[in-house]
C-alpha cells in the first residue's frame, strides 16, 4: 500500500485513445453523483455511469453494470455501495478489468447492526417517502459544514427521489446481502486506487486502510474536508485523484 495525501493537480495525460470508465453509484444515488468527474475526465476517459436500482444482489447488479460497457477492457470506479459492486465486477470479469478505484467504501459484510437500521430506513421510505430517509441521512453523509448547503441538498434530494422507494428497497437488500470481500482483496492484479475522505462519519478511515493493504500495490488517498460524498462535496480533488490514478493504468 502506498499512501498519498497531497491536493495538487497531476499532469495531464497525453495518450491518443480515451478509455472506458465504469462508474458505479451508491445508495440512493444516480448519475448525478458523478457529474463532475465526467465533465472533467472527457479529455482521458469515455465514462458510463450505471444505474445500480434495477436488482436487489450486488451480483445481478454488477453483471447489469457490465452489460452496458463496450466490448473489451475497462477501469471501474465505484463509491460507497457501488464501491461493493465494482469488488464483485473484478471477482466476474478480472481480464476485462484493467483498474479499481474504490472510493468511501469497505470490503467488509454488513452488521447484524447495519442490516437491522437498513432495514428500519426501508419502513422509513415505504411509509413517509425517500426523501424521509434522506433527510434522515444527510447529516451523516457530508461534512458538517456542508449540511446547510441547499444547492448540494437538493442535489441528493433530486438522486433520491430518482431511485424511488423500490430501488431503494432493492438496494438495501442487495447490500444487506453483501458477501465478505476482504478474503478476494490479495487477487487483485490491476493498478488500484483507495480513496477516504477524513470526515467520513459512514466509512472510517481503518476500513479504507483495511482495503489499501490488503490490495497488492493500492494507493490510499485521502480528501481533506470532505464527509461520504467526496464526489459531490470535494470533485476537484476526487478528479484529480481519479485521473492521476488512470494515469498509472495508462503508464
Same mark, same amino acid.
Given at each position: 500500500m502506498r499512501r498519498s495525501c497531497t491536493d495538487s493537480s497531476t499532469r495531464r495525460y497525453t495518450g491518443a485513445m480515451k478509455k472506458s470508465l465504469l462508474l458505479l453509484p451508491g445508495l440512493l444515488c444516480d448519475a448525478r453523483l458523478f457529474d463532475p468527474q465526467v465533465r472533467n475526465l472527457s479529455d482521458i476517459a469515455s465514462p458510463v455511469v450505471a444505474d445500480l436500482t434495477g436488482s436487489d444482489t450486488i451480483a445481478a447488479l454488477a453483471a447489469s453494470a457490465i452489460a452496458r460497457m463496450p466490448a473489451g477492457r475497462f477501469?471501474? $470506479?465505484?463509491?460507497?455501495?457501488?464501491?461493493?459492486?465494482?469488488?464483485?465486477?473484478?471477482?466476474? /470479469? &478480472?481480464?476485462? =478489468?484493467?483498474?479499481?478505484?474504490?472510493?468511501?467504501?469497505?470490503?467488509r459484510p454488513d452488521s447484524p447492526e447495519s442490516s437491522e437500521n437498513r432495514r428500519r430506513l426501508i419502513a422509513v421510505a415505504e411509509s413517509k417517502g425517500v426523501l424521509a430517509v434522506n433527510a434522515a441521512l444527510v447529516p451523516k453523509?457530508?461534512?458538517?459544514?456542508?449540511?446547510?448547503?441547499?444547492?448540494?441538498?437538493?442535489?441528493?434530494?433530486?438522486?433520491?427521489?430518482?431511485?424511488?422507494v423500490e430501488?431503494?428497497?432493492?438496494?438495501?437488500? $442487495?447490500?444487506?446481502?453483501?458477501?465478505?470481500?476482504?478474503?478476494?482483496?490479495?487477487?487483485?492484479? /490491476? &493498478?488500484?486506487? =483507495?480513496?477516504?475522505?477524513?470526515e467520513d462519519a459512514i466509512m472510517p478511515f481503518e476500513v479504507s486502510e483495511e482495503m489499501a493493504t490488503g490490495i497488492p500495490g493500492a494507493v490510499l488517498e485521502i480528501v481533506e474536508h470532505c464527509g461520504h460524498i467526496s464526489s459531490l462535496e470535494q470533485p476537484e480533488a476526487v478528479t484529480a485523484r481519479l485521473r492521476a490514478w488512470m494515469q498509472r493504468i495508462a503508464g
Open positions: 477501469a471501474v $470506479a465505484g463509491l460507497s455501495m457501488g464501491g461493493y459492486v465494482a469488488l464483485e465486477v473484478m471477482r466476474q /470479469v &478480472p481480464e476485462r =478489468v484493467t483498474g479499481l478505484a474504490l472510493l468511501n467504501t469497505n470490503a453523509l457530508v461534512h458538517p459544514d456542508r449540511v446547510s448547503d441547499s444547492a448540494l441538498v437538493k442535489v441528493l434530494d433530486g438522486m433520491a427521489e430518482s431511485v424511488g430501488g431503494f428497497r432493492r438496494q438495501q437488500q $442487495a447490500i444487506i446481502g453483501r458477501i465478505d470481500s476482504r478474503p478476494h482483496l490479495g487477487a487483485i492484479r /490491476v &493498478p488500484a486506487m =483507495v480513496l477516504a475522505a477524513r
